[in-house]
C-alpha cells in the first residue's frame, strides 16, 4: 500500500513514515498541502495521513480538493490543533479516521481500516 504523510511537522512525519515502512507499507511525505496535492494527482497514493494545521492551505482545503479528484480515497487526519469545526467538516468531507496528537502508533493500522473509528460524533 502506497500512503502519503502531508504533515509540516517534520518529526511527527518522519515518524509516521516509519511506523508506515514497519507495517510492510511504501511512504511518501509532504510538508505542505499544495506539494501533497500535487503528489496525489502526480502519484495517487493508496491512502493519506493529513494534517490540518499546514503552512499554506489548512488540510480542510486540502481534503476539499483532493475529494473532487478522488472521493473514495481514504484519509485519515492528524490534529494536534484542529479546531472542532475544522474536524466536522472533515468528517462531512469523509475522513477515515481522526487521530488526535500525540497517538499510539498501534492506532495507524486501525485507523487505515476504519476498524476502531476515532471520529467524534
Known sequence: MRILI???EAPVAEM????????GHESGVAHRGLDG??????YPPDAVFLDIALPD???VEVLRRMRRAYPALP???VTGRGRPDQIAEAVRLGVTDVLTKPFLLTRLSEALTGSTPGIPS
Open 6 to 8: 502531508i504533515d509540516d
Open 16 to 23: 509516521l513514515a516509519d511506523a508506515v515502512a514497519d507495517q
Open 37 to 42: 496535492l500535487a503528489r496525489i494527482m502526480e
Open 57 to 59: 492551505i489548512d488540510g
Open 75 to 77: 484519509v485519515v487526519l
